[in-house]
């Protein structure tokens, strides 16, 4: 009888075991199609300015004897090299997250500092484009990868002060929330006197590539990568990014943060250590 006790535990770790291994090479598999996938839509991404690239450097010749078409062929070329740039700069912080397990190394930060640092970085780019950058910020600290979190305070500062009119403000500010479970959350938002996102589009700005409407973006030199980036980052960090309004008078983003090491992760480490 214990024999037959011991093969049948036996066959069913067995079967635990190999159902592990299914769902791994399942995950595997959907990485991989992702990962083509990207490489699809970054590659045709990259074709556009490229190619208006080359178009404008062919025409140099042609307007050789001309300083106001040079200038505007030079023009060009300038605006479309720099949305190349963004698009190759986006592309790498997003497949280093997809293509290689993205390790965050979360720790207890001070928030208000990286908050204040973020709003520096982009203060010159909001005088060039007249707008004021506000920050209301309460002590606090976060759960969260200080590299990952300026980048997603940025993302969002950036599209504040991109999809702004001139005389405009962004609005940085950030909150202690208690969640529906009693933890603590730090909530930082993010809202702007801007132009809006109309109502269709709201669930899909961030999906990777989508652009409210291709016009807007090319002024702008948008890639479309932004929010789902900042989205990718939330997530890996036990956190949250939402389009919480948006309308005629400007849209609010709000990103939600663990203040402390969340649970989950503390019972896996005091496992680990046992
Ligand atoms: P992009 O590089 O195009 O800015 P994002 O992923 O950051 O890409 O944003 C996706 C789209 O959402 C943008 O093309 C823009 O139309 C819209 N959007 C993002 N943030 C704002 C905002 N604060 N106000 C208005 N529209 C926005």
Redesign the pocket.
């Known amino acids: 009888y214990e024999m037959s006790e011991n093969i049948s535990s036996s066959v069913s770790q067995l079967t635990e075991e190999k159902q592990k291994l299914l769902d791994a090479i399942d995950r595997l598999q959907e990485l991989e199609q992702q990962q083509k996938q990207f490489i699809g839509n970054i590659s045709h991404e990259l074709k556009t300015p490229l190619t208006s690239i080359l178009a404008y450097a062919d025409l140099l010749e042609m307007y050789r004897d001309d300083p106001f078409l040079l200038e505007e062929a030079r023009g060009q070329i300038s605006k479309e090299a720099q949305r190349l740039f963004q698009l190759v700069e986006k592309a790498l912080q997003l497949s280093s997250m997809d293509i290689y397990e993205f390790e965050t190394h979360a720790e207890q930060v001070e928030l208000p500092p990286i908050l204040q640092e973020a709003a520096a970085r982009l203060e010159a780019k909001a005088e060039q484009s007249h707008i004021t950058i506000q920050s209301f910020l309460t002590d606090g600290r976060v759960w969260a990868d200080p590299e990952n979190l300026m980048h997603m305070v940025l ?1 969002l500062l950036d ?2 002060i ?2 702004n009119n001139p005389g405009g403000s962004v609005t940085l500010s950030n909150e202690v929330k208690h969640d529906e479970h009693g933890h603590d959350r730090m909530v930082i938002k993010v809202s ?1 006197t ?4 109309p109502e269709d ?1 709201r669930e899909r ?1 961030f999906d990777p590539f ?4 291709s016009d ?2 090319r002024v ?1 030199g ?7 980036l900042v989205r990718n980052l939330a997530e890996k960090q036990q956190g949250s990014v939402k389009l919480v309004e ?1 309308g005629p008078g400007g ?1 609010t ?1 709000l990103i939600s943060l663990p203040m402390n090491r969340p649970q989950s992760s503390e019972v896996i480490s005091a496992e680990e250590g046992s």
């Open positions: 993302n599209n504040g991109k999809y702007d801007g132009i809006g996102i589009a700005i989508y652009t409210v409407s807007r973006s702008h948008g890639t479309g990568l932004g929010l789902s948006s849209s983003f």
